[in-house]
């Protein structure tokens, strides 16, 4: 390359399947019936299962610990907001 030159990328265009390639993997499983799919459904749904991270016994303790602290203050800040709009409107109202 000289000074000045810029590297260009090659610009690749790549077609929209046609309704032709769409038949032809229709054809290619005959067996895609409700009961295949079903099967095929399992497999993949048995196959996220082993890729999830479980929690241990320990991290579900802690997780839960921190939900229902999170849960306790925003209600408890919720019931303050509450009570002070309810006293504003009480002196004003009557």
Same mark, same amino acid.
């Given at each position: ?11 690749? /265009?790549?077609? #929209?399947?046609?309704?032709?390639? @769409?038949?032809? +993997? &229709?054809? %290619? ?5 409700? /009961?295949?799919? #079903?099967?095929?459904?399992?497999? @993949?749904?048995? +196959? &996220?299962? %082993? ?44």
């Amino acid at each position: 390359m000289q000074v000045g030159e810029e590297k260009k990328k090659d610009n690749v /265009v790549k077609s #929209a399947p046609t309704k032709e390639a @769409g038949k032809k +993997s &229709e054809a %290619k499983a005959p067996s895609a019936g409700k /009961v295949g799919r #079903a099967q095929g459904f399992a497999r @993949g749904v048995a +196959s &996220e299962l %082993k890729k999830v991270h479980w929690p241990t016994r320990q991290e579900v303790i802690t997780y839960t610990g921190v939900v229902v602290t999170a849960v306790a203050i925003v209600g408890f800040m919720i019931f303050l907001v509450d009570e002070a709009i309810g006293r504003i409107l009480r002196l004003l109202l009557g």
